[in-house]
């Protein structure tokens, strides 16, 4: 094991800490953490084009024999796979008699009612009208113009990824009361790391983010790098810098530029689902860790692609129990004018 931080990032995944700083002694990062510049980097990325096109879930839940089914702004989403394998979606209302598409099975492609039979290959039948959709071999999409309301691109704006061959993916799904740019500002403040997520991260420190409210309108430069580590147990950590940015409107990416797993990806999408039953806008996180790994065993790890995804999501899920309720926080300060600033 290397102790030594630098050339332990390049040749070993993990350090020691060697003087751990406890909690309520490292740097606070609030001076730093400006509202404005978290705010300007939310409006560049809400700026950005969608091109209509919402993440559903992950490719591997599209499958030949039931719908996968969400509500996306309130309208009612069905995915399956067609007789050529391809991603069809439309609407989850059938054009008969409303029967809830999501509760009915595939057969051999086409989607069959289960009130009264009528089926669906994927194709405009009897005032069923499909949605374009898009498979990225991670993630489906669907491209719903009636909800966003911008010039429809032919495909979504899909992050750089790394092979898919050397690749393990894994995607998680959360739910919480806010809005997209709730998730996405959360996002866009690297500085909570260490300090509202000290399980998981320590050592942080954010060595480079955009100046101001109208700084760096060029994508590529609009960037928050963070030097972080992550922790594995006691004093064992993994070192990595990361680079933050935002494609899309409702979407930032987290990518591993050094250490180890350079070139993985970790890419927050969030899904406006509709309004809960008290009229609360509620928000799905699709979240899609694509990690690489030039390690020879991480080809082995590969192989356990199958047990090491439950861990990946769960690794998510503890992160992301403590950011919803952020965003969820900030969602309800701004619905009552309470937010500061
Ligand atoms: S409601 Fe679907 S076939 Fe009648
Ligand atoms: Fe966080």
Known sequence: MNTGSTSGRRRLPLSLRRRAVPWERQRPTWREARPAVIAGALKRARARPSGNWYVVGASRDVRGDRPLARTVAGREVVVWRDAGGRAVAGPGICPHLGAPLRDSPVRCG?????????????GPFAGWEPFPAHDDGVLVWVRLDAV?????LDAPVVPRRPAEARALSAVYTGVGTCEPE????????PWHGAWFHPYAFVDLTVVGAPDGPDEDEDEDEDRFTVDVSFKVAGRLVVPVRAVFTAPGPR??????????????VVETHAVPLG???RGRPRTAVVEAVVAASGRPGFAVARGAAPLLRPLVRAAAGRLW???LAYAERRWALRATGRFPG
Do not use: K
């Open 110 to 122: 086409t989607l069959v009612c289960h009130w009264h039979g009528l089926a669906l290959d994927g």
């Open 148 to 152: 966003g309301g911008e010039p429809p």
């Open 182 to 189: 709730d998730v996405v500002a959360n996002r866009l403040d």
């Open 251 to 264: 979407t930032v990416v987290m990518r591993i530029t050094e250490g180890e797993g350079a070139g993985s």
């Open 275 to 277: 309004p809960d039953d």
């Open 321 to 323: 129990r403590d950011d």
